[in-house]
T-cell receptor
Framework: DTEVTQTPKHLVMGMTNKKSLKCEQHMGHRAMYWYKQKAKKPPELMFVYSYEKLSINESVPSRFSPECPNSSLLNLHLHALQPEDSALYLC????????????FGEGSWLTVV | QQQVKQSPQSLIVQKGGISIINCAYENTAFDYFPWYQQFPGKGPALLIAIRPDVSEKKEGRFTISFNKSAKQFSLHIMDSQPGDSATYFCAASRNNFNKFYFGSGTKLNVKP
């Protein structure tokens, strides 16, 4: 079983809603990631946090807003999304950014209606 | 531009057979090549990984073969089982940094 926990597992939201995805890990990892995965496609990197600071933003639209409250938690705030944002959102963590294994959570399935 | 090219897109193998998935890359700066296994409704999980200083790595029924000169690497699943049916992604990263470039994925179906 994965040690990266994501909630909720499923989320349906309207285009005017504000919602958040949450991720938690207790492995003592200092790097955390958000990926987006569309059906039958590989994961696409969105954001990377290292030691609670945003390290990489892959030119993600501002309607996605990440937050890292502490070393164990990672949030993704969602606002004014579009139907094409519907996807599986994966959180991942690794010991740090230096060539370590990354561990994925099971993901949050997001549907924007 | 796709940094890592993966083939085939789908693969059907009989139980007990050998499954082979291939990946190719262009960037010679890549120095870490993992394979991820993803079951439906689950996140990807690391299966096996290799660095360019070795040509082969084996873990149980799973083997990575790496050809540095050809810039290719492949996953071999020996004695394939129905429980191996999943989507497999190859990936590459460089400079010892955890930004991964994923292949497009291969959906493996092992028939009983």
């Amino acid at each position: 079983d994965t040690e990266v926990t994501q909630t909720p597992k499923h989320l349906v939201m309207g285009m005017t809603n504000k919602k958040s995805l949450k991720c938690e890990q207790h492995m003592g990892h200092r790097a955390m990631y958000w990926y987006k995965q569309k059906a039958k496609k590989p994961p696409e990197l969105m954001f990377v946090y290292s030691y609670e600071k945003l390290s990489i933003n892959e030119s993600v639209p501002s309607r996605f807003s990440p937050e890292c409250p502490n070393s164990s938690l990672l949030n993704l705030h969602l606002h004014a999304l579009q139907p094409e944002d519907s996807a599986l959102y994966l959180c991942a963590s690794s010991q740090d950014l230096r060539g370590n294994t990354i561990y994925f959570g099971e993901g949050s399935w997001l549907t924007v209606v | 531009q796709q940094q890592v090219k993966q083939s085939p897109q789908s693969l059907i193998v009989q139980k007990g057979g050998i499954s082979i998935i291939n990946c190719a890359y262009e960037n010679t700066a890549f120095d870490y090549f993992p394979w991820y296994q993803q079951f439906p409704g689950k996140g990807p999980a690391l299966l096996i990984a290799i660095r360019p200083d070795v040509s082969e790595k084996k873990e149980g029924r799973f083997t990575i073969s790496f050809n540095k000169s050809a810039k290719q690497f492949s996953l071999h699943i020996m004695d394939s089982q129905p429980g191996d049916s999943a989507t497999y992604f190859c990936a590459a990263s460089r400079n010892n940094f955890n930004k991964f470039y994923f292949g497009s994925g291969t959906k493996l179906n092992v028939k009983p």
